[in-house]
């Protein structure tokens, strides 16, 4: 049974954490927009140095850069069996494209599962949030801490603090939340998709949500 997900939530719901347990048990990739943004401004691409502005200032990167990026990436082979969308879409305009995008491929959404966080604990989640250099999992200071200090629990890679997961940058990234992805909200709930939980619990309450409703128990 095909499951192709799509996670959405403000930054710091933890739709990173809960994606890399779906990985696990469903063995369907992460597609997180994010990650694959970060990587291509590390390496200096054309596309990573036309999205880290972007990136910086804690606005969206023009939704034909990550609609590209997509399109393209769910044409590798792990995608078959299904695969959930992390951080994407972010607009309606991204939202669009992807389901024409899909249509194209032959293939369909099951779920949108929203996870929904209030604003002091996304702020509290995205202060403290360190993240894998070598690997990606995220960690919390307080919440969710390494077993050893700056290390990753699953590779040993060093952990970091993302550049805009800064006070300033944070408080820019919650807003165009609001105004640019909030509305896909409605726009999943007018298609039959949406799938709303509370994000408030620990990490494994959260994801035995989301399974039932994957599982559609
Ligand atoms: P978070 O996990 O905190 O929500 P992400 O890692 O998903 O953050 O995204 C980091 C940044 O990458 C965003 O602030 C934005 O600049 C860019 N980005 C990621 N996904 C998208 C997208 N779907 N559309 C536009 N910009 C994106
Ligand atoms: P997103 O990908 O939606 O931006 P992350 O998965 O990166 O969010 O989570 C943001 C931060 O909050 C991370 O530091 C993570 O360890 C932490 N976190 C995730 N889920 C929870 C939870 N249920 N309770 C407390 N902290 C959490
Ligand atoms: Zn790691």
Redesign the pocket.
Known sequence: MPMNLILL?P????????AKKLVKRYSIPQISTGDILRSAVKDQSPMGIKAKGFMDSGALVPDEVVVGIVDERLDKSDCVNGFVL??FPRTVAQANALKAMLAAKGRTLDHVVSISVDKDELLE??T???TCKACGK???VL??PPRLADKCGECGGELFQRDDDREDTMVKRLDVYDEQTAPLIAYYESESLLRSLP?????DD?FQRIVSIVEGK
């Not at 710091?12 to 954490?17: N, V």
């Not at 994000?199 to 990490?203: L, Q, Y």
């Open positions: 939530g930054p710091g719901a933890g739709k990173g954490t809960q992390d951080g989640r995205i403290g949030r360190r995220g960690y919390h919440f969710d994000g408030t619990g620990s990490i959260i």
